[in-house]
T-cell receptor
Framework: DAGITQSPRHKVTETGTPVTLRCHQT?????MYWYRQDPGHGLRLIHY???????DKGEVSDGYSVSRSKTEDFLLTLESATSSQTSVYFC???????????FGPGTRLLVL | AQKVTQAQTEISVVEKEDVTLDCVYE???????LFWYKQPPSGELVFLIR??????QNEISGRYSWNFQKSTSSFNFTITASQVVDSAVYFC?????????????FGAGTTVTVRA
């Protein structure tokens, strides 16, 4: 979707290093979300934001932190990456009456 | 707590066959929303449909149709006359309303393979 970008799209890192993923939206939506996708689990919510500087935890928040200093950017940080955080990470925003989430292209993260 | 169950892990069909994907959900909310998303091999997540808890009308969109039944907490998805391009992982998802910040709970997904 042209309105949501994620960077980087692919990243390989080593255990113990910090990693920051960025989600950028151009449509001024209030709600933004970070999910991770793993085989057998579908997508699981990590953290989400309901406004600038307003964030909350999701189902699998341990080992992750987020920040949202402006409407368009939502950052996900792995303070000290572990192999269990190898996954595909998707950012999402609400659009169209706020009930429907639309997803960015995803970031593939490999932690060695 | 919300829960979505997609019991079918994989389905393989021959082109032009119909395929039905099952989705069963659990929620205590009175107002909730049900979704289907498609994830083709390229990896992006494509929104297909949204249904709210007050609208039990079935919906048809081209070869796709959805059957929402509150009595059985199910929201099943049928692809009629399947095509190779329908090969993908399909996710069923559930969210509450604004009081729950519209957070989504996903099923594990069903991988559909359509063979020519």
């Amino acid at each position: 979707d042209a309105g949501i970008t994620q960077s980087p799209r692919h990243k390989v890192t080593e255990t113990g290093t910090p990693v920051t993923l960025r989600c950028h939206q151009t449509e001024n939506h209030r709600y933004m979300y970070w999910y991770r996708q793993d085989p057998g689990h579908g997508l699981r919510l990590i953290h989400y934001s309901y406004g600038v500087k307003d964030t909350d935890k999701g189902e699998v928040s341990d080992g992750y932190s987020v920040s949202r200093s402006k409407t368009e950017d939502f950052l996900l940080t792995l303070e000290s990456a572990t192999s269990s955080q190898t996954s595909v990470y998707f950012c999402a925003i609400n659009r169209g009456g706020k009930e429907t989430q639309y997803f960015g292209p995803g970031t593939r993260l490999l932690v060695l | 707590a919300q829960k979505v169950t997609q019991a079918q892990t994989e389905i393989s069909v021959v082109e032009k066959e119909d395929v039905t994907l099952d989705c069963v959900y659990e929620t205590r909310d009175t107002t909730y929303y049900l979704f289907w998303y498609k994830q083709p091999p390229s990896g992006e997540l494509v929104f297909l449909i949204r249904r709210n808890s007050f609208d039990e009308q079935n919906e048809i969109s081209g070869r796709y149709s959805w059957n929402f039944q509150k009595s059985t907490s199910s929201f099943n998805f049928t692809i009629t006359a399947s095509q190779v391009v329908d090969s993908a992982v399909y996710f069923c998802a559930l969210s509450g309303d604004r009081s729950n910040d519209y957070k989504l709970s996903f099923g594990a997904g069903t991988t559909v393979t359509v063979r020519a």
